[in-house]
Structure formats: structure tokens, C-alpha cells
């Protein structure tokens, strides 16, 4: 089994900076991709960012510019830095990861953070 424990989250003024940590314990061999996704109230869960274990990324539109993923693979841990927040990018932010066992690939998701951005 494969946990994923988030923290970081929190309330922050418009304009502000926040970085979310999400640590990956477990039984694995490796780490493929990671993600961060957030779903606002009322709406679909969405990508925001994600890394592959080579450090290729991809941001979702909406925070090009603004945020950066990043990983530590020594510590098995995915960051987003988050800045000039905007109230929009309010939600609960989850962490998502790829992890290899063996031949086969198993997704898991993190409990959660909420992430308010104030106006």
C-alpha cells in the first residue's frame, strides 16, 4: 500500500504565495509521474500540474506563469509553489502519483488540502 500525506494549505491574500508538500510512503519500486490536481466547490476535479520522473512538466493554462511543480525523488516528494494566488485558484488540492511495483503501475491519491485565497 502506498500513502500520500499532503500539508501546506491554508488561507492566503490574493497576491500571496503558498507551497503545498506531498510525501509518498510505501511499498514501491519507483515513482513515475506526480501531480497536483483541485477541485473548487461545484466543480470537476482538474489537473493543475504534474512532473514525470524525468522532470518534464505541464501546468494547466490557468496558473502557467504562476505556479511550479518540483519533486525531491530522494524523498519521494512532490512540491507546488504557488504564487500571486489569485481567489479562483481557491479549492481542495490533491496529490496524485504513479507508483511502480514490479511490472504494474498503481495510481493513488492524497487526502486532500484546502487552499482559500482571499480577495
Known amino acids: 500500500q502506498v500513502q500520500l500525506v499532503e500539508s501546506g494549505g491554508g488561507l492566503v491574500q490574493a497576491g500571496g504565495s503558498l507551497r503545498l508538500s506531498c510525501a509518498a510512503s510505501?511499498?514501491?519500486?519507483?515513482?513515475?509521474?506526480m501531480a497536483w490536481y483541485r477541485q473548487a466547490t461545484g466543480k470537476q476535479r482538474e489537473r493543475v500540474a504534474i512532473i514525470t520522473s524525468g522532470n518534464l512538466t505541464d501546468y494547466a493554462d490557468s496558473v502557467k506563469g504562476r505556479f511550479t511543480i518540483s519533486r525531491d525523488n530522494a524523498k519521494n516528494t512532490v512540491y507546488l509553489q504557488m504564487n500571486s494566488q489569485k481567489p479562483e485558484d481557491t479549492a481542495v488540492y490533491y496529490c496524485f502519483a504513479t507508483v511502480i511495483r514490479g511490472l504494474l503501475r498503481y495510481n493513488y491519491w492524497g487526502q486532500g488540502t484546502q487552499v482559500t485565497v482571499s480577495s
Open positions: 510505501g511499498t514501491f519500486d519507483s515513482i513515475n509521474a
